[in-house]
Nanobody, 128 residues
Framework: QLQAFGGGLVQPGGSLRLSCATSGFTFDDAGMAWFRQAPGKEREGVASISSNGAMTYKDSVKGRFTISSDNAKNTVHLQMNSLTPEDTAVYFC????????????????????????WGQGTQVTVSS
């Protein structure tokens, strides 16, 4: 199971930290990612962290967002800084327990096709 939380309303330029609590598997056996979906838009991958700690980011969030994992607590975080209205979306965490170790996954870890389990989503609204 995955449970995302930490969303909210923040002003442009502000920060939020999302968390995803997981159970039923270990990060050593999974690839983890954050996705988001804005109204009227397709879901897109934002950041991922592989079982060996490799991180990948969507270009538009590089330098502003940081994904991290706390293996002791089986929790994945997404620190979001310098937020803009364009970051407004529902954010989902996801886990890949099947293909995370493959070359195909490592080449494009932000494709949602890899991910088997999804959290319920948490709303992030950036507005003044």
């Amino acid at each position: 199971q995955l449970q995302a939380f930490g969303g909210g309303l923040v002003q442009p330029g502000g920060s939020l930290r999302l968390s995803c609590a997981t159970s039923g598997f270990t990060f050593d056996d999974a690839g983890m990612a954050w996705f988001r979906q804005a109204p009227g838009k397709e879901r897109e991958g934002v950041a991922s962290i592989s079982s060996n700690g490799a991180m990948t980011y969507k270009d538009s969030v590089k330098g502003r967002f940081t994904i991290s994992s706390d293996n002791a607590k089986n929790t994945v975080h997404l620190q979001m800084n310098s937020l803009t209205p364009e970051d407004t979306a529902v954010y989902f965490c996801a886990a890949d327990l099947i293909t995370y170790h493959t070359t195909s996954y490592s080449q494009e870890p932000l494709l949602d096709q890899w991910y088997d389990y999804w959290g319920q989503g948490t709303q992030v609204t950036v507005s003044s």
